[in-house]
């Protein structure tokens, strides 16, 4: 028996409109789903999950029909399962481990953490017992979100810093509300202030403050957790002619700053034609952002096959019934431009898969002769991100690797500078949204029995 389906939005009723895709099983389906769980003794699923969310006894409450029981074994090890049930690549992760995977499809993880997010009323009462102990997390994306509610839970006072005037870093900036409805993210802020965690926006750490200011401050440990913000070009002719964006900048302006609405004070390019250069989960947000709206050609354009498509397979399906264009074996190589110096064509070389390279997959071969030009005005570039690299280049004694990532321990975040703790993408690279939590979570045990072994600063 093969997962029951999550019912979604038409198609073509969801290119025009930002709501929510996926609508989320029903309490019935939810059951069935969950009912397909072997409960297996050894629990291969758990050892999946970057959090380690007891799975099967929170789908164990589900088949007893006791959702907010459930909720209360989720949120042990993880206080966003509404988002985390949306967003993460359960695929590769927990349900990649289900025994049921091994002769048909895994249980669906995923969407019964959804269902009992969106469908449970408990509210835990928590006991905070105060240390009075200064904490600062520099970041509130997923990973800063984390570790500020473990050290809370611990009784530090925790100051999140966040560069951008809202909280939530990638879950807001970066995932289309298609996907991950705001509202579900400012819950989930809300619950860590309601906790007593203090939230600062507007506050850029290397420029507004530096980490050396905040040690003045009173801050006993510091929690690096900015991400990767630093987009990545080709580095062919014409990436600087107008209608060339990053993925980066086109995203922020669509989720962020609602440039959807037309009344907005920083409305976008007004396209017809547009290329997203890039095959990961990126790429597809950007072009499933564009249909909505309304771009009359949206066009994947991939160096690559089908099969090495990085995107998750249903963000792959969606943008296809969205009317996307998939440009595989094709990869730019000039953006031209008309006499205003704005983009009119991408030109491009079709490819073929030759031998593999070091990352396993076949590596894209230009066709000599194959160039083409391919009528677009905008181009946005979806080809990953590197490290944010504000706070390393004014915090001169952290160390770094070649790519500008913060180099750390990796079971405890510990950074070459004491007390400066560090998670997430800054150290990673851009990664999924349960790996930055994971990460978070290990470096908030790793600073709470460092301070309370005595490395306190005076």
């Known amino acids: 028996m093969n997962k029951h389906p999550m019912p979604t939005q038409d198609p073509k009723l969801r290119i025009n409109n930002f709501n929510e895709v996926a609508l989320g099983y029903s309490p019935i389906n939810a059951v069935l789903e969950a009912k ?20 099967p006894e929170f789908i164990k409450a589900i088949v007893s029909d006791d959702i907010n029981k459930a909720y209360e074994i989720i949120i042990e090890d993880n206080l966003f399962p509404g988002i985390c049930g949306r967003v993460c690549p359960q695929e590769s992760q927990c349900e990649s481990k289900c025994v049921r995977g091994i002769k048909g499809e895994p249980v669906a993880i995923g969407r ?27 970041g509130s994306g997923p990973s800063g979100l984390t570790c500020a509610n473990e050290l809370r839970k611990k009784g530090f006072d925790v100051y999140i810093f966040e560069a951008l005037h809202m909280p939530g870093g990638v879950l ?22 309601n906790m007593g965690i203090h ?6 750490i290397g420029k507004t403050i530096t980490i050396d ?32 964006f990053s993925a980066n900048e086109f995203l922020t302006r669509v989720n962020l700053m609602k440039a959807y609405d037309k009344e907005t004070d920083t409305p976008l390019y007004n396209a017809k034609n547009v290329a997203v250069v890039g095959g990961g989960n990126v790429a597809m947000d950007a072009a499933r952002c564009a249909k909505r709206l309304g771009v009359e050609n949206v066009y994947i354009v991939y ?6 498509l990085p995107a998750r397979l249903e963000e792959i399906e969606h943008a296809k019934e969205e009317g996307v264009n998939f440009m595989l074996l094709t990869n730019p190589i000039e953006i031209l431009c008309d006499d205003n110096f704005s983009t009119s064509h991408l030109k491009c070389i079709k490819m073929e898969l030759g ?22 005005d905008t181009v946005i570039m979806a080809l990953g991100q590197g490290a944010n690299p504000m706070v390393p280049q004014t915090t001169p004694d952290l160390e770094v690797d070649k790519d500008g990532n913060i180099i750390v321990d990796y079971e ?30 290990r470096a908030a045990q790793a600073i709470h029995e460092y301070l309370s072994s005595g490395n306190k600063r005076h």
Do not use: W
């Open 213 to 244: 200011q905040l040690e003045e401050l009173g801050f006993k440990a510091i929690y690096l957790a900015s991400g990767a913000g630093l987009p990545k070009f080709m580095g062919i002719k014409g990436e600087n002619y107008n209608g060339v």
């Open 36 to 55: 397909r769980c072997l409960q297996c003794r050894h629990k291969p699923c758990v050892s999946g999950c970057p959090v380690n969310i007891k799975i």
């Open 112 to 138: 019964l953490e959804r269902f009992v997010s969106d469908n449970s009323s408990y509210k835990p009462e928590l006991e905070i017992h105060e240390n009075h102990i200064k904490v600062a997390i520099v």
């Open 355 to 376: 031998e593999p390279d070091e990352s396993g997959r076949r590596r894209p071969v230009p066709i000599k002769g194959s160039e083409f030009e391919l009528e677009v």
């Open 172 to 193: 807001t900036y970066g995932i289309p509300e298609f996907r991950l409805p705001k509202q579900i993210v400012r819950d989930e802020v809300d619950k860590l202030r």
């Open 303 to 308: 160096r690559r096959g089908e099969s090495e």
């Open 412 to 441: 405890t975040g510990q950074t070459s500078k004491p007390g400066v703790f560090a998670g997430g993408d800054i150290v990673t690279g851009a990664d999924t949204v349960i790996e930055a939590m994971g990460a978070g979570k």
């Open 199 to 204: 939230i600062k926006t507007n506050v850029v």
